[in-house]
């Protein structure tokens, strides 16, 4: 019976993901990054210094950094300290420029300067952890990906694709469960926009403009 009730409470969640999808990327065409960077390994540093701090702020921080040290074995040769000067309006400055710069050195002296293209060795480098290994897969490599932010955690328990499920990766497992892994990308992309312009962190949403409206659980929403 157990088993039976879990199949079809799977077979519902795939269903229900059809249709978020469905109607987000009606909703959202165009949903992309929204960090700049024209390298992979300038996404990499990016999405750490993006860690408790607005893609907006680290899009004008990275200017000066990549114009500053316009590629891999430049920014590897700089000292911490040096990185850390122009990052600090990110926030945990002096962690996130420790982690670049080891970063950078092991793409320098392990990959000829080039961002692994496997989620196992985009993992293992300094600072990088699921979210980011994600994002690289997706928007740079076109692999299946699912980026597990605070927007995506936050509309999945909402909609009810999980239930009461806050941990990254726990809910990245929940989701490659019912995502289509080629949908899985965008669809994370679409939840930032989402998440941003209707189904804000706060307890009184947007829902009377949300295209979801009438197939979201509604979890956590002030009735």
């Not at 540093?45 to 893609?55: G, H, M, Y």
């Amino acid at each position: 019976m157990k088993k039976a009730a879990a199949a079809e409470d799977l077979s519902v969640k795939k269903e229900l993901a059809l249709q978020v999808i469905d109607r987000l990327k009606t909703e959202y065409p165009d949903a992309a990054c929204t960090l700049d960077y024209d390298h992979a390994w300038q996404l990499l540093v990016s999405v750490r210094l993006a860690a408790q701090c607005t893609d907006a702020r680290v899009n004008i921080v990275v200017q000066d950094l990549f114009a500053k040290y316009p590629n891999v074995a430049a920014l590897a040769a700089a000292e911490p300290d040096e990185i850390e000067a122009i990052v600090k309006p990110c926030g945990l400055g002096h962690s996130k420029a420790r982690d670049i710069s080891a970063c950078m050195r092991v793409l320098r002296d392990k990959y000829n300067c080039k961002v692994p293209t496997t989620f196992e060795e985009l993992l293992a480098l300094p600072g990088v952890g699921r979210k980011s290994a994600n994002l690289i897969m997706g928007d740079v490599f076109c692999k299946p990906a699912i980026v597990t932010d605070t927007h995506c955690i936050r509309l999945c328990n909402r909609i009810g694709l999980v239930h009461d499920c806050k941990d990254p990766k726990k809910v990245e497992m929940a989701l490659w469960k019912i995502v289509p892994p080629e949908e899985g990308s965008s669809l994370c992309h679409r939840f930032v926009e989402h998440g941003r312009e209707v189904c804000t962190a706060r307890t009184t949403p947007h829902c009377e403009r949300c295209v979801l409206a009438d197939i979201c659980e509604k979890n956590g929403v002030e009735k």
